[in-house]
């Protein structure tokens, strides 16, 4: 029996690891993709740093919000309610993509470095990135021209 506490414990190579994109990277997709850019990749790099069930849940839900108030404001430049020029709308919904890039930095960044701190990498963004970019562009050109034409 003694024998037993000399030999590894984790002998098995199906260590179930964390994964992250390098997660200052993300800003970058927020500003260039805008709000729904950095929720997909956000979340997914949530689930890759196995944060809580329920920070998962919370950043979803914050994500929504920030989501429905980016379309909100987009709605109401669209019906001069908000007397800003359309031009700018692009802008603004960079600025969402921001503020909810700054949200989930709060959450992922000490996940982040225990990812590191146990020898973990940064998966590249290069792929993902672009195509949340692409991906979201798309959705919000289309949604905007849905709420200009209301």
Sequence with gaps: MMENLYEPSL?????DR???YEISNLFFVAA???IFAITILGIQNAKWLKIEKKDIQL?????IVLIIAKLAVVYAI??????????YIKFIGRLFGVA????????LDKPYKEHLAVDGGAESLWRPGFAAIIFSGLIDALVTLFLLAL
């Design 18 to 20: 964390t994964r992250s």
């Design 59 to 63: 950043l979803a839900i914050i994500s």
């Design 11 to 15: 002998t098995n190579n199906e260590v």
């Design 32 to 34: 260039f993709g805008g």
């Design 78 to 87: 669209g019906q001069q309610v908000i007397p800003i020029d359309e031009k």
């Design 100 to 107: 909810c890039f700054f949200i989930f930095f709060a959450f």
